[in-house]
Nanobody, 121 residues
Framework: QVQLVESGGGLAQAGGSLRLSCVASGRSFSGYVMGWFRQAPGKEREFVAT????????YYADSVKGRFTISRDNGKNTVFLQMNGLKPGDPAVYYC??????????????WGQGTQVTVSS
């Protein structure tokens, strides 16, 4: 079992920044691919970014590429999502997840409870 707890969500202005954190506890964190997903009201959960076990490989949705950065600190069992240049399309509940996959939510076995991101214009 892996327990994931997100934090760092909140309200930011359009063009501003937020940094999300996700702390893992339980089984070996460093063995998992970590991902961030988001879900806006009335929409399906969508992929945002993923990072491999070492942190050396990352992959982003086109909608966030160049604005968001995913990273991890295996010593602290934490994965981060630095969000810059926030846009009106970014507000959602953001979830971190641990698994073996890339962009497919079905490849992630463990999920956090989510943290709300709101962007004001």
């Amino acid at each position: 079992q892996v327990q994931l707890v997100e934090s760092g969500g909140g309200l930011a202005q359009a063009g501003g920044s937020l940094r999300l954190s996700c702390v893992a506890s339980g089984r070996s964190f460093s063995g998992y691919v970590m991902g961030w997903f988001r879900q806006a009201p009335g929409k399906e959960r969508e992929f945002v970014a993923t990072v491999n076990w070492s942190g050396g490989r990352t992959y982003y949705a086109d909608s966030v590429k160049g604005r968001f950065t995913i990273s991890r600190d295996n010593g602290k069992n934490t994965v981060f999502l630095q969000m810059n240049g926030l846009k009106p399309g970014d507000p959602a509940v953001y979830y971190c997840a641990a698994g073996v996959g890339r962009a497919n939510p079905a490849a992630y076995r463990y999920w956090g409870q989510g943290t709300q991101v709101t962007v004001s214009s």
